[in-house]
């Protein structure tokens, strides 16, 4: 039978066999690549065990939550998580606002923190910290890109990340490989990785702060208050900070995203940091999107944050203060986007995990908060003076505090260790503002006084200072 193949056919096959071969080497060699990365980032995730586990609890702990449960998604820096309490909006609004935030973190991580969150979570409210700008005069942005980065898994969107975090600081990325595979930073642990995987103590507490200096500290920073209604212009060397902006706001608008822009209290930085975040606040507002700056000695009287108690450094938040910040923001955000209690809610899946959640979290603040605080039973312009303990000798403790104004009585509670809950040691009239505690010798005792109005259920308490009086008997 004669061939009617041509030599051009046969060439043609050849071609198209040669073609199909190249394609498959060249998408067999993705493949391989993005196996190793995968690889190299589930080892990274073993190794890495940071001095504290912040970054775990607010950036890897964001992945287990359910898709589209949450109302709002909290974006920033250390003074984002430490003024936002997640679990006490939880326990007394019932809607969900997760803390993705992390220690330093850098205003120009923003936009692809946003973009990574609405994978999973795009109908959020999105809620950016203007005071994350604050991180771009520190100089401990090495240390915050890897809090930022480490816990995050591998994709495309945290290459990108990784390439802004770069381009931010002018590496090259041959450099900062680390950022991309944390391995290259701490495969030296191997040598004391015990086999198991690590399990931290604050794995699903939805990104609430939980370290000790914001649970016990308290500072007075009355006297370094830099705040300013003044806003200024970006300075030629600063202005990268006023394009980051820009960038996330044509990102929100292009994507129509759900955002409130807010400024939390930070304290003791120089007046110009504070013109900058008023210029980034007009900024935002001048494209449209609503902003909630909480700076200010008038917004802080409103609120009732007080400078003398409610800081534990000069720049950040203690539990106190935070419980206030949380109030306040969160009847504004019931207010205005009309989030639901979903407490008690069968219909909603995660409120499980949110309940979970906040009964694990109460273990650790029971012994620095009392329960009036977190429930919100306080009148946050309702001070109560400072308790103080002296030796009455026979066992005995005589405490005493100065009247406050309007009391109808007072309650006074102590412990016995730092990491116990305070008990109630007496409540009632007390109008002599003193009492005498009995007490065992060798031990030291913490106590705090608040005094309330009304009666009853009804009872509306003081706040206190959260600290509390030492003695040793």
């Known amino acids: 039978m004669e061939n009617t193949t041509t030599p051009s056919a046969t060439t043609n096959e050849k071609k198209e066999k040669s073609k199909h071969k190249n394609l498959k080497f060249f998408l067999s060699a ?61 326990n007394n609004y019932g809607f969900t606002a997760y803390s993705m935030t992390s220690p330093a973190q850098p205003l120009f991580a923003a936009k692809n923190l946003c973009i990574e969150a609405r994978k ?70 191997w040598e004391n990785w015990d086999g198991k995987k690590y399990r931290l103590n604050y794995d699903g507490v939805k990104g609430v702060a939980h370290y000790g200096s914001w649970l016990r500290g308290r500072k007075d920073t009355t006297e370094i208050c830099n705040y300013t209604d003044k806003v200024s212009d970006f300075k030629k060397e600063d202005k990268k900070i006023e394009d980051c902006i820009n960038d996330l706001l044509d990102y929100l608008k292009k994507e129509n995203v759900n955002t409130l822009f807010v400024a939390t209290p930070t304290n003791g930085k120089e007046p110009f940091v504070y013109e900058y975040i008023n210029k980034a606040c007009e900024i935002c507002e001048q494209a449209g999107f609503p902003v909630l700056n909480m700076q200010g000695r008038e917004a802080l009287d409103e609120i009732g944050i007080d400078l003398t108690r409610d800081f534990y450094n000069l720049n950040h938040l203690n539990i106190h203060g935070s419980i ?14 009309g989030f639901k209690d979903k407490r008690g809610d069968k219909s909603y899946t995660a409120g499980k995990s949110w309940d979970e959640a906040y009964k694990k979290y109460l273990i650790h603040i029971k012994p620095f908060s009392l329960e009036q ?39 006074i509670y102590k412990k016995d260790g730092d990491k116990v809950p ?18 065992k010798r060798g031990k030291t005792y913490t ?27």
């Open 30 to 90: 993705i493949g391989l690549v993005l196996a190793f990365a995968l690889i190299l980032d589930n080892l990274s995730a073993l190794l890495v065990h940071p001095e504290d586990n912040r970054s775990h609890s607010m950036i890897g702990c964001f992945y287990q939550e359910e898709k589209n449960s949450l109302d709002a998604v909290f974006i920033g820096s250390s003074t984002t998580y430490t003024d936002w309490n997640p679990m006490i909006a939880w």
């Open 120 to 189: 999973t979570q795009p109908d959020a409210l999105y809620v950016f910290n203007l005071v994350t700008l604050c991180e771009y005069f520190d100089d401990d942005q090495f240390f915050a890109n890897h809090a930022l980065l480490d816990y995050m898994p591998f994709s495309i969107n945290r290459l990108m990340l990784s390439k802004a975090l770069c381009d931010n600081m002018g590496y090259k990325y041959s450099e900062n490989l680390e950022y991309f595979f944390p391995i290259i930073r701490y495969h030296d642990q």
């Open 324 to 337: 206030k910040i949380t109030r306040y923001l969160s009847e504004y955000l019931v207010e205005k986007y």
């Open 373 to 411: 605080e977190y429930n919100l039973k306080t009148d946050n312009h309702f001070f109560c003076p400072k308790i103080m303990a002296d030796h009455a000798g026979n066992n005995k403790i005589s405490l005493h505090w100065k009247p406050a104004e309007g009391a109808d009585g007072y309650a």
């Open 422 to 439: 305070y008990k109630l040691v007496t409540e009632g009239e007390l109008s002599e503002c003193e009492y005498t505690d009995s007490c």
């Open 447 to 473: 106590y705090v006084v608040v005094a309330y109005k009304g009666s009853g259920d009804n009872r509306i308490w003081s706040t206190y200072y959260g600290k509390g009086e030492e003695i040793a008997l």
